[in-house]
């Protein structure tokens, strides 16, 4: 670890002449030793990067090899690589296009999505955490209500939706309910296990400065629970993203579930293909940013 | 009856597991005066920390009563703060908040918010922590957490000092450290304090009288050693006083002889 030091004394301040064109040296021009420093840095900086992105980027490619290989130029089952640019580009190349009616960018298919995840999920989110807390606190809500909740939290998604279109008529309020009721289910459990573990010490603490009810769980509970809450918020908000897409083949109109079975039924594989990106990375983008907010909120004491 | 300032009286603490009784603890007597430093010592699972959650109201008595300043413990409160084992800070909180948590609650409506303010940063100060105010538990050593766990105590201006083995899960020299801490702020603020301790020589060096009990089930007091060193108190000489040799002996003496029992 030798770096030479960055030193603005031997630097010539040059006054720029008026004339001269902005675009040559700095008039604070780094001397040869600090641009060595800064480009050792950046090496560095450099470096780690590539560490982080050449190991994802070669398998990609090895991958897309293999399928490319496996697949050939048969113009039956599942294309290659090759076709799917080729017959999917306006696709691939223009999320955001909207000519009228169902046909629409992938943007606004997963947008659509996107917003009844948010719907969903947000009220799974609140409902899941208030139940979760009476759980864990209270010793006879635990003993009534966690063996049903073990049990529905093992129905499949999709085996709610027919009950849910019968029960609410309309397909939106069906699907928003089939997230919720998909999501809701790891977010109650975290957050119970997670008021179930708070430290006897915390406790004692409380009851030595003989805290509020309000006090309490505002100062202890919720705070000591964050890192639980957030692992149950990040599963749930994974399970809900499954829910949507299977529950929207079904109801149909717009999103990104309708839009894959769209393609199907249209023969369109490859434009399936895409879409199938498109669900994965939007998907892993909602876990990194629940992870993110988890982060945050719980001051970076959360176990991510 | 009822003259010291912390009383004990006849304090027996049973535990019922559904059929299972489990008698921990047998008519305990102790008086303790103001600004006195009593240790309690004891071989493991003895019941001296059930003891001192019952002192804090976190255990409630079977038998008897535990009375502060002429009024029954019942409950948990801050006039009797207690000092855990593992420091029981709070780790989403800073240091300075685990601190102003306890002063904010035990003194609003007393103090003004400038003032509270004060007061916590003055306790950090007691125990040298001011340093470090605004890193959370989990960036500084155990003994600086134990540090801040005093402080928290002392900022409730508590009537009885309660410490559960405050120094038991440190090494020697951090632990000679806030002994030598713990002696200069009893020194300055003559607080009354209970200590649970296993260290032989730590009680020695703190207390005015140190209390031996018996080992469980149904331990009671076995013996109560008055220290009479001269404070304040330098562990270096006293390690040769005759008084501290004395009092060491008899102490150890009274462990093993219950170990063989």
């Known amino acids: 670890m030798t770096f030479p030091k960055p030193s603005f004394v031997e630097a010539q301040p040059v006054p720029a002449p008026l004339n001269e064109t902005p675009s040559t040296v700095p008039s604070t021009a780094p001397t040869g030793e600090l641009r060595a420093s800064r480009l050792s840095e950046l090496g560095r900086q450099g470096r780690g990067v590539a560490a982080a992105v050449i190991p994802p980027a070669v398998t990609l490619l090895v991958l897309l ?14 294309p290659s690589p090759q076709r799917i640019w080729i017959e999917s580009k306006d696709l691939i190349t223009d999320p955001f296009f909207d000519r009228g009616g169902v046909d629409k960018g992938l943007f606004w298919h997963v947008l659509t999505s996107l917003s009844r995840v948010g719907v969903g999920f ?24 966690d063996p049903i909740f073990q049990v529905l939290r093992t129905v499949p998604p999709l085996a709610w939706l027919p009950i849910s279109l019968a029960a609410f008529q ?4 069906s699907a928003l309910f ?19 573990n708070i430290p006897d010490d915390y406790r004692n603490v409380a009851r030595v400065l003989r805290l509020s009810p309000a006090e309490y769980f505002f100062k202890i509970l919720l705070p000591a629970t964050t890192p639980y809450i957030f692992t149950g918020l990040r599963i749930g908000i994974g399970m809900s993203w499954l829910a949507i897409v299977a529950s929207e083949m079904l109801l149909g109109g717009v999103g990104v579930g309708f839009f894959i079975w769209d393609q199907y039924n249209s023969g369109r594989i490859s434009d399936i293909v895409v879409a199938l990106a498109w669900v994965g990375l939007t998907g892993f983008f909602l876990d990194r940013i629940v992870a993110l907010a988890g982060r945050i909120v719980s001051r970076g004491s959360a176990l991510s | 009856m009822g003259k010291a300032y912390l009383s004990i009286e006849g304090v027996g603490v049973t535990f019922q597991k559904g059929s299972a009784r489990s008698e921990v603890l047998c008519d305990i007597n102790l008086q303790v005066d103001q600004g006195e430093f009593v240790s309690i010592i004891g071989h493991s699972g003895c019941g001296k920390s059930t003891l001192l959650n019952v002192v804090a109201g976190l255990i409630p008595v079977t038998t008897g009563a535990v009375i502060l300043d002429r009024e029954a413990v019942e409950a948990p409160g801050p006039e009797r703060a207690v000092v855990f084992q593992n420091h029981s800070l709070l780790p989403w909180l800073s240091v300075r908040e685990n601190v102003s948590l306890a002063v904010d609650k035990v ?17 950090l100060d007691l125990v040298k922590m001011t340093h470090a105010m605004d890193k959370r538990p989990s960036e500084i050593s155990g003994g600086m957490k134990q540090r801040v766990g005093i402080a928290r105590a002392l900022a409730m201006q508590p009537k009885v000092l309660l410490l559960d083995e405050p120094f038991g899960a440190l090494d020697a020299l951090t632990r000679a450290h806030l002994q030598d801490s713990v002696m200069e702020i009893q020194t300055a603020l003559k607080n009354t304090v209970l200590m649970i301790t296993h260290d032989v020589d730590e009680a020695v060096l703190l207390s005015d009288r140190i209390v031996m009990m018996t080992n469980g089930p149904r331990a009671s007091i076995g013996n109560i050693l008055p220290v009479t060193l001269d404070r304040p108190r330098d562990r270096l000489a006293v390690a040769e006083d005759p008084v501290y040799v004395h009092a060491r002996a008899g102490v150890i003496e009274f462990l093993y002889a219950r170990r063989a029992a």
Request: proline share 3%; hydrophobic share 50%; glycine share 12%.
């Open chain 1, 65 to 78: 090899a293999l399928w490319q290989g496996a697949a050939g130029d048969s113009y039956t089952g599942v």
């Open chain 1, 178 to 196: 089939v997230i919720f009721v998909t999501s809701i289910w790891p977010i109650i459990i975290n957050t119970a296990v997670g008021v179930r």
């Open chain 1, 170 to 173: 309309q397909a939106q309020p």
């Open chain 1, 122 to 145: 947000s009220l799974s989110a609140v409902c899941g955490v208030m139940l979760g807390v009476l759980i864990g606190a209270n010793r006879w809500a635990h003993r009534g209500l």
């Open chain 2, 107 to 123: 003194f609003r409506g007393v103090k003004s918010a400038a003032e509270r303010k004060a007061w916590t940063e003055h306790n």
